[in-house]
């Protein structure tokens, strides 16, 4: 698969699944993400929202498609998820307790005013997706998102707030499905978003990018010897070519396989955001914590 590419699925379909995450579970990968398979509306950067797609695969190369798992809503304009409106960055976390998957996403209305989360929850990973609500988290505006699992199986949302100029991470309460009212505010005014975090040998790492919409910028990381310490800013992972354009790319999710982590990137065209491409690129980890972030035309697996 040609990394900056827009991929296809076992059928030979364009996967549909941007600002998404991939989530292992049994033996079987899932990959969600924003279904943004129509046209762009006429002279504007905005797809009319579909859903969230869900694909399959056993080796992270071969995909299968495993329809749309949840649904936009197409006859009320009054409701949170309208077509007319925004649901992007779709991130999925395993209940154990429950036995559930729960679907967070970022909910909004189609001028970015309402800024809130949206949270469905399902008994099978390929859905469907119930919609439990849409909420803003702690009366805090919130953009872009993901959901962290930390080691202990506590789970939080991490997202920008105060206009995309500051990070919250929030707590969830144990079913997975709401905010427990806890949280913090990291990075203030540091002006970051798309953030995705892991955890390695005792150290929290967060890459966030920058906020210019759509186009390109440069990739931070930060890290903190606790979640919810204080996080160090460091670097940007990015090295070689086009680094300080994070690869023309925009973090989406990190995942683990096998003790290495790996980068989801999004490679937004505005003016025909279905054809945006992927991008899963190894991150390095040396031994004084320092990460890094190589350019590979090719994601052939693990
Ligand atoms: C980006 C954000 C995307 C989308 C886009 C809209 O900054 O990361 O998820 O919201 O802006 O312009």
């Excluded at 939080?156 to 105060?162: E, N, R, T």
Aim: glycine share 8%; net charge negative; proline share 4%.
């Amino acid at each position: 698969m040609k990394n900056g590419t827009i991929w296809q699925d076992i059928c030979g379909n364009d996967i549909q699944a941007h600002g998404g995450c991939i989530i292992k579970h049994g033996d079987t990968y899932y990959w969600y993400g924003e279904n943004k398979g129509a046209d762009n509306c006429p002279g504007r950067n905005r797809v009319d929202v579909i859903g969230v797609y869900c694909y399959s695969s056993k080796d992270l190369v071969n995909w299968k498609y495993e329809g749309l798992v949840f649904e936009s809503n197409k006859d009320d304009p009054a409701s949170y998820i309208h077509t007319s409106k925004v649901m992007e960055r779709p991130k999925v976390i395993y209940n154990e307790k429950n036995k559930n998957f729960v679907l967070w996403m970022h909910i909004d209305s189609a001028d970015y005013t309402y800024a809130g989360v949206g949270i469905a929850v399902s008994e099978s990973p390929t859905g469907p997706f119930v919609l439990k609500r849409v909420t803003v988290p702690n009366r805090q505006d919130s953009r872009d998102m993901t959901i962290y699992k930390d080691v202990d199986g506590t789970a939080y949302l991490v997202h920008s707030k105060d206009w995309n100029k500051t990070l919250n991470i929030a707590r969830l309460n144990e079913d997975y499905d709401d905010l427990d009212g806890f949280y913090v505010s990291v990075m203030a005014d540091q002006e970051r978003e798309a953030p995705a975090l892991f955890f390695h040998e005792g150290m929290y790492y967060m890459i966030t990018s920058g906020c210019t919409g759509w186009n390109p910028n440069a990739a931070l990381y930060a890290r903190c010897p606790q979640l919810l310490g204080k996080w160090k800013l460091i670097d940007n992972p990015c090295v070689g070519e086009n680094s300080r354009m994070t690869f023309f790319g925009q973090s989406s999710y990190i995942f683990e396989v096998d003790g290495r982590f790996y980068l989801m990137l999004d490679h937004w065209i505005p003016h025909n955001l279905k054809k945006s491409g992927y991008s899963i690129l190894p991150i390095e980890i040396d031994e004084k914590n320092d990460i890094t972030v190589n350019w590979q035309d090719e994601w052939n697996g693990i």
